[in-house]
């Protein structure tokens, strides 16, 4: 088994994720033009918490974001700054074009979907777990 690994002071790591967004009342409101906005913004405040957004699209009320980062990294936190910062800048620039979707300024549903992804499939990692320390 080969992972693409990261390195820390006293640690070795290989942490990506699966981030799913949706549109309060998965309204359909993005579009490509519109997603060169999100993607600016969602780079920014993703440098700032230390964070490499390896992939980001869409759908017209969802988006995904494929992500690595380090185990120091406060996820929740930074998922909830990137909601904040995309939906504030993103009303700015657009709420004149939905407000019969979305009321009162709000842009992303409150849940979200966050999954941990591997370089081998959970069935893999089983057995080869299961096979150590059988001699």
Same mark, same amino acid.
């Given at each position: 088994?080969?992972?693409?690994?990261?390195?820390?002071?006293?640690?070795?790591?290989? !942490?990506?994720?699966? !981030?799913?967004?949706?549109?309060?009342?998965?309204?359909?409101?993005?579009?490509?033009?519109?997603?060169?906005?999100? $993607?600016?913004?969602? $780079?920014?405040?993703?440098?700032?918490?230390? #964070?490499?957004?390896?992939?980001?699209? &869409?759908?017209?009320? &969802? #988006? &995904?974001?494929?992500?690595?980062?380090?185990?120091?990294?406060?996820?929740?936190?930074?998922?909830?700054?990137?909601?904040?910062?995309?939906?504030? $800048?993103?009303?700015?620039?657009?709420?004149?074009?939905?407000?019969? $979707?979305?009321?009162?300024? #709000?842009?992303?549903?409150?849940?979200?979907?966050?999954?941990?992804?591997?370089?081998?499939? !959970?069935?893999?990692?089983?057995?080869?777990?299961?096979?150590?320390? #059988?001699?």
């Amino acid at each position: 088994m080969e992972y693409e690994l990261d390195a820390g002071a006293h640690s070795v790591y290989s !942490l990506d994720y699966h !981030l799913i967004l949706t549109i309060k009342y998965r309204r359909s409101v993005l579009n490509d033009e519109r997603m060169v906005l999100l $993607k600016e913004i969602a $780079k920014s405040v993703s440098e700032s918490y230390d #964070v490499h957004i390896k992939n980001m699209e &869409h759908d017209e009320d &969802h #988006v &995904h974001i494929l992500f690595r980062t380090k185990p120091t990294t406060e996820i929740p936190k930074y998922i909830n700054v990137l909601k904040s910062a995309t939906a504030r $800048k993103m009303n700015d620039e657009y709420a004149d074009e939905w407000q019969d $979707k979305l009321w009162n300024g #709000v842009f992303w549903s409150p849940s979200y979907c966050l999954i941990s992804t591997g370089e081998v499939s !959970l069935e893999k990692l089983t057995e080869y777990v299961e096979q150590q320390g #059988v001699a």
